[in-house]
Structure formats: C-alpha cells, structure tokens
Nanobody
Framework: QLQLVESGGGLVQPGGSLRLSCAVR?????????IGWFRQAPGKEREGLSC????????YYEDSLKGRFTISTDSAKNTVYLQMNSLQPDDTATYYC?????????????????WGQGTQVTVAS
C-alpha cells in the first residue's frame, strides 16, 4: 500500500531552520510525475509551497517564500526533503507532502492524488 510519511517537524525558534522529510513507502518516487509540499495553519486553507518534477528535477516555489525553502530528492532513500530556513511564527502550520500521478500539477492541492498525514511545525520563542 502506498504511503507518504512526513517527519522532521517540531518546535523551532524564530530565525531557525528545519528539514522536513517525505518518505515514499510501497512505491518509488519515480512512479510519480511530481511531489509537492503544502502547509495548513488553523483556520486557513491549505497552501502550496514547492514542488518538484521527478523526471527533470525542475523545482517550483510559491513566490512569497523568497528563497527561504528548498525542495530536493534522494532517490536512493526514496525521500523528498524541504529545507526551511529563517523560519518565522507565520510559518507555524501542519506541513504535508503529496504526490501527483499525472503531469498537470503545480501548487494546487487539488492537483495531487496521494497525501501524507502531516507533520507539525511550530515557530515560537
């Protein structure tokens, strides 16, 4: 059974960094056209942060991230990462990874077919 399993969340002080992991189990990263990272804060809609096209390794980011986040893959570990730097309280949310099994994907949650359970990121002093 295919599963996406996120890890790496936690409590971090403002200005700190975290690296989130999304492990694909029961399948391969290469089975998908793309993997994306999303977040959802309480009372807000789920928003797309970044995605990577698996075949080309092309990466895409939401404009407001201003270079703070970096998406990457490790095929040997069947894992996708999201490096997050200069974190601020507004980054507090549950972070999700998702996989797209078709080529028409970008940063819209509705464009993805498989989702992980999420990992909590809290930025506070």
């Amino acid at each position: 059974q295919l599963q996406l399993v996120e890890s790496g969340g936690g409590l971090v002080q403002p200005g700190g960094s975290l690296r989130l992991s999304c492990a694909v189990r029961g399948g391969l990263i290469s089975d998908f056209y793309g993997i994306g990272w999303f977040r959802q804060a309480p009372g807000k809609e789920r928003e797309g942060l970044s995605c990577i096209e698996i075949s080309s390794s092309n990466t895409y980011y939401e404009d407001s991230l201003k270079g703070r986040f970096t998406i990457s893959t490790d095929s040997a570990k069947n894992t996708v990462y999201l490096q997050m730097n200069s974190l601020q309280p507004d980054d507090t949310a549950t972070y999700y990874c998702a996989a797209a099994s078709h080529p028409n994907f970008y940063l819209g949650p509705e464009e993805y077919d498989y989702w992980g359970q999420g990992t909590q990121v809290t930025v506070a002093s």
